[in-house]
């Protein structure tokens, strides 16, 4: 596009409605031997006045898309910025030469950007940068959640043209504690009555029994009693022709199981940390044409958990935890291969605490009751003597298990300050061994100043 000198001051007050704002002060553009000093830089939708000391007939420019100009005078110049990018403006000189070709850079208009920052983000160090059509910005926020404001602001004045390289300031790596705690608790209680009938008679033959036959028939021999109770009582006498046995069988059993795992695991912020203490075990599966493969299922205490600090000491947590074992009670026998099932208790949950607060994530109480009772018909309903007829069992089984967690956002230290379980033991010399029959001796130099001192944190282990 040319422009002939003029002084249209209608087009010029059109070019500043259209922009919607009004032209900044005046800018001094110096031509040099031909050469301009320094690029023109003019905010998209925004005007801009430049005076050169160098007077001119007529400019040019080389895209009317990025950048529109026109005259105010022989050495003036209105250039509106209209879409960001990078153009060339030629000035010519009254015998038509070629004054110079300026460089015309129209930029994002980050002005009011800097001041939403800063209303919104008051006190945090971010800077502010253009780069060809977009914003890059760079600096320390204290929070993750402060940057993603700071990135939301951004994208509303510059979509998809955004460049983070923004650091998150402060603490960023988060240790776990996890606590798992398991008790139960198992009651039975059986009492087992027996009576038998046997004929003595040569010339009569028979005999009746009801209850523990063979316990019976034990008694009727005059050999030990076979049961599976804990304790037995047998009595068998004669009448006449007639032989009788009464055996009482009792059982009671208790027992107590406690399972305590308390696994720690550290992972930096919006990073994924997987810990597994247990073992695999084999399970076969069909390989096609009849052969058979070998797959591995984990068992033990898992724990995964993605840790995010949002805002100071407020952490958001993703954790998948799980406690599993072997169950020998119950088995699959397939293919001539005997597979055991497996006990699990896992939990999958999102929560959000500040450091060192704990949630109790997972909970199970239960409570299992049954109570049995046989008799032979009839005769078991008889009042007193009905007893010797019936066979009562009771059982009861009780479970509870929690699932604490307590986050810590942590820091490295020197490895001097950690405490190692093999800090606490040496292994000793033959001397020690055979003379004094020491299995362990006594740690010298720092780790046997670290084996003395008594550790009640969270690092190291004490074995008991």
Not at 36 to 48: E, G, I, Q
Not at 120 to 136: K, S, W, Y
Not at 409 to 414: H, I, K, M, T
Not at 442 to 463: C, I, L, N, W
Request: negative net charge; aromatic residues 6%; hydrophobic residues 45%.
């Amino acid at each position: 596009m040319s422009i002939k000198i003029t002084f249209a001051a209608g087009i010029i007050g059109l070019a500043v409605a259209v922009s919607g704002t009004h032209p900044a002060s005046a800018e001094v553009l110096r031509v040099m031997s031909g050469q301009a000093a320094s690029a023109l830089n003019v905010p998209m939708n925004r005007a801009v006045v430049v005076e050169s000391d160098v007077a001119f007939a007529e400019l040019s420019i080389a895209n009317p898309g990025i950048a529109d100009i026109s005259t105010l005078s022989d050495r003036s110049i209105y250039v509106l910025g209209k879409a960001p990018g990078r153009t060339t403006l030629t000035l010519l000189s009254p015998d038509g030469k070629l004054i110079s070709n300026v460089e015309v850079q129209v930029t994002p208009d980050i002005a009011e950007f800097k001041e939403r920052l800063r209303q919104i983000l008051p006190g945090e160090n971010i800077e502010v940068r253009t780069a060809n059509d977009g914003i890059v910005l760079s600096g320390t926020v204290s929070s993750t959640a402060k940057l993603d404001r700071a990135l939301d602001l951004a994208s509303r004045y510059a979509p998809d043209r955004v460049s983070n390289l923004m650091v998150v300031g402060g603490t960023q790596q988060v240790m776990l504690k996890v606590r798992f705690a398991e008790m139960q608790r198992s009651v039975s209680k059986g009492l087992n009555a027996s009576i038998g009938v046997n004929s003595n008679s040569s010339r009569v033959g028979g005999a009746i029994a009801t209850g523990n036959i063979d316990g019976i028939n034990n008694l009727f021999a005059g050999t030990p009693v076979s049961t599976s109770a804990n304790g037995a009582l047998g009595l068998g006498f004669t009448a006449g022709a007639l032989e009788f046995a009464v055996l009482l069988e009792a059982l009671e059993s208790k027992g107590m199981v406690r399972t305590l795992a308390e696994p720690n695991l550290t992972a930096l912020s919006g990073q994924e940390a997987k810990f597994l203490a247990g073992g695999e075990y084999p399970i076969p599966v069909a390989a096609g044409d009849g052969a058979i493969a070998i797959e591995y299922k984990p068992f033990g205490v898992e724990l995964n958990f993605t840790p995010y600090v949002v805002d100071g000491d407020i952490i958001n947590l993703q954790i998948n935890a799980a406690v599993s074992s072997l169950d020998a009670s119950t088995s699959v026998e397939t293919n001539g291969f005997a597979i055991n099932a497996f006990k699990r208790r896992e939990t999958s949950t999102t929560v959000e605490m500040r450091d060192g607060e704990s949630f109790a994530i997972a909970g199970l109480l239960q409570d299992d009751f049954r109570n049995t009772n046989s008799q032979v018909p009839w005769l078991g309903d008889v009042p007193i003597l009905g007893a010797l007829f019936r066979s009562a069992d009771y059982q009861r089984a009780q479970s509870e298990l929690v699932i604490i967690v307590t986050p810590h956002l942590v820091s490295p230290v020197r490895g001097e300050a950690l405490a190692l379980p093999t800090d606490r033991v040496r292994i000793p010399t033959e001397r020690e061994l055979f003379l004094f029959g020491e299995v362990a001796g006594t740690p010298k130099g720092a780790a046997g100043e670290v084996a003395r001192q008594d550790f009640s944190s969270s690092y190291g282990y004490v074995m008991e």
